[in-house]
């Protein structure tokens, strides 16, 4: 009987426990058998990893095998064991030097013929093997994610054959290093100067900026809301190495995935107002993170704000007061950060006439009352700075004085935020 203990991590929300792959090799009839909690992709990983040994023409021990996940009580999911699955096994048949396995945690998905499959949410494994002190074995296709965090040992490697001659001291795998950072400039392909005229909102929008504030922006259609919104991450000071990291983190565990070429950029999201509850903050059966976990650290804008449904809206008010949701369901529970700034825009009554000072609103007093009422006094009490965006005269439209770039507004705020300066509501009013 032979025992053999590989290490590899499963997801919990941004967080990454260490799984230890137990392996043990026994007398009596051949079967493989795989334990600890394990879901339908893990129990069939042991095809995958019967197949991709014997086709990278390493031997399939003839014996009983016990693969335990533990600790059992966390739930496996994904193809991600079946790279430590597969090391354990070579390792507890003597094909690799069990010691060799003690510095090294291992992730990815086999194919059928040894090859490495890329994998999700590597950057949370990577990050907790980096803090354990451990090398991370992993496909090639997702060296650029968990490269990211500085001084990991990072291993890529193309197929099962790489693996084992690594840990054989036959030819060693080369490290991932990432680029700088500071190199990373963001470039946007808009900027604030592009909107004319409404220089009180684009004032607005600087503060909002500056603090941290959330803004809402009240005004008929066609005056630039929208247009404001989506310059504000151009005037945002860059986020600090520790901030891309929690929410490149974020980003890894959701659907979405990681963007190697905007990890370090602030995040903008827009969901449309037809959104439920479970999509702003999180929710489902693998308690996936929300649009609010999402704009972590960057910007929340929510279009049309009146059109979302109440409850949609009530569920906003504790992660803006905490920054942060706790997401509880029956089986399990995930803590996601979301300290974002929320921006909003919302027509000024039904008609969306009432701020236009060439039409008058045709909507009765019931009727503004009853949109209105669409926003509770809780929820509008959590956001900082409330304006008007009235339509922008001709004047005004052909006026490019004192128009700023988001460069030079960018410098302000990058100074303002370095001295933290705190703007009253005295300071917005004029």
């Known amino acids: 009987m032979t025992l053999a203990v590989s290490y590899t991590r499963t997801n919990d929300g941004v967080n990454a426990p260490q799984v230890s792959v137990e392996v043990d090799l026994s007398y009596g009839l051949p079967g493989f058998s795989i334990v600890g909690l394990p879901e339908a992709a893990v129990k069939e990983s042991k095809d995958r990893v019967r197949s991709a040994i014997i086709n990278s023409g390493f031997e399939f021990p003839n014996n009983r095998i016990t693969v335990n996940l533990a600790p059992a009580d966390k739930p496996k999911q994904g193809g991600r064991f079946d790279l430590p699955i597969a090391v354990g096994i070579l390792a507890a048949s003597q094909q690799i030097e069990q010691s060799a396995l003690d510095e090294y945690e291992f992730i990815g998905e086999l194919a059928l013929s040894g090859e490495l499959r890329v994998v999700s949410a590597v950057l949370p494994t990577a990050f907790a093997a980096h803090g354990e002190g451990r090398a991370i074995i992993l496909p090639a296709e997702n060296a650029k994610e968990a490269g990211i965090i500085q001084q990991a040992k990072v291993l890529p490697c193309r197929n099962l054959i790489e693996v084992v001659e690594h840990l054989n001291n036959k030819k060693l795998l080369d490290h991932y290093k990432r680029a700088d950072i500071s190199q990373q400039e ?24 500056a603090g941290g504030h959330h803004l809402l922006m009240v005004g008929p259609p066609g005056t630039g809301k929208t247009m404001l919104a989506s310059r504000l991450p151009t005037i945002l000071p860059e986020m600090t190495e520790q901030e891309a990291l929690e929410s490149a ?133 959590r956001i900082d700075i409330q304006i008007n965006v009235p339509r922008v005269s001709h004047v005004d439209m052909s006026n490019d004085e004192d128009s700023e770039t988001s460069q030079q507004v960018k410098d302000v705020c990058v100074q303002l935020e370095k001295y933290n300066s705190c703007v009253s509501r005295n300071q917005i009013m004029h």
């Open 186 to 209: 963001s470039s946007y392909t808009v900027d604030l100067s592009d909107v004319k005229g409404q220089f009180q909102a684009k004032r607005a929008l600087e503060i909002a900026a």
């Open 249 to 381: 983190s974020i980003a890894s565990v959701s659907h979405h995935g990681f963007d190697p070429d905007d990890w370090a950029r602030r995040p903008f999201r827009e969901p449309h107002h037809t959104a439920s509850a479970v999509a702003l903050v999180g929710g489902g059966a693998k308690v996936m993170p929300g649009e609010i976990s999402l704009a972590h650290h960057g910007v929340l804008f929510l279009d049309e704000l009146t059109q979302f449904k109440g409850p949609v809206l009530e569920v906003l008010r504790e992660p803006l007061e905490t920054g942060k949701i706790v997401l509880s369901r029956a089986a399990r529970q995930a803590n996601y950060p979301a300290q974002f700034q929320l921006i909003a825009a919302m027509n000024p009554c039904p008609q969306g006439l009432d701020c236009d000072l060439n039409t008058q609103c045709q909507c009765t007093m019931e009727q503004q009352r009853r949109y209105r009422k669409r926003l509770s006094a809780p929820f509008l009490d």
